[in-house]
T-cell receptor, first 113, second 114 residues
């Protein structure tokens, strides 16, 4: 069965500092991997996705993620965090039957000014 | 193009009451999903549909029913609400075919069961 682990429940960074959010997955074949962001009171918005090819993928809002098959990881990074990046971030893996995705439990990001 | 919309945005129920949550999408997507989000547990799939007239159980289907009578709509029903069903409910949709397609989410419905 597929699964996703986000080991950090909360992360606090200072504005302008770099960010890395961790994601580890379990999947029987080549996975499709996603990062979504959820601002308070909002739905989920796709940041980026990996299907194949270049293991470093670029997303919106200056985020990037690197797929490392040997480590079963898909960590999200940003070189310089902005206060508006404060949100909850979810990693997801698929596909399951019916295009199902399995989500991690999320990482809450706080940005200190 | 509104994307995925959900009705209502917020609802308070008493234990034992019933209600239906409506999800609508205008992207002609085949696949639709209902999730619940609870603190510390991420999103868990309740039910999903791979096309009009079809439904299937997800990870946490007990206490919920769904219907997909029209391609653009996916209804989630609670026949007898329980406090354990207090949650935020999200609907999502994706297009048919390759599993690469992104799921697009609605804004959510906050449900409080007293």
């Amino acid at each position: 069965a597929q699964s996703v682990t986000q080991p950090d429940i909360h992360i606090t960074v200072s504005e302008g500092a770099s960010l890395e959010l961790r994601c580890n997955y379990s999947y029987g074949a080549t996975p499709y991997l996603f990062w979504y962001v959820q601002s308070p009171g909002q739905g989920l918005q796709l940041l980026l996705k990996y299907f194949s090819g270049d293991t470093l993928v670029q997303g919106i809002k200056g985020f990037e993620a690197e797929f490392k098959r040997s480590q079963s990881s898909f960590n999200l990074r940003k070189p310089s965090v902005h206060w508006s990046d404060a949100a909850e971030y979810f990693c997801a893996v698929g596909p399951g039957g019916g295009n199902k995705l399995t989500f991690g439990t999320g990482t809450q990001l706080k940005v200190e000014l | 193009n509104a994307g995925v919309t959900q009705t209502p945005k917020f609802r308070v129920l008493k234990t034992g009451q019933s209600m239906t949550l409506l999800c609508a999408q205008d992207m002609n997507h085949e696949y639709m999903y209902w999730y619940r989000q609870d603190p510390g547990m991420g999103l868990r799939l309740i039910h999903y549909s791979v096309g009009e007239g079809t439904t299937a159980k997800g990870e946490v289907p007990d206490g919920y029913n769904v219907s997909r009578l029209k391609k653009q709509n996916f209804l989630l029903g609670l026949e007898s609400a329980a406090p354990s069903q207090t949650s935020v409910y999200f609907c999502a949709s994706s297009s048919q075919g390759t599993a690469q397609e992104t799921q697009y989410f609605g804004p959510g419905t906050r449900l409080l069961v007293l």
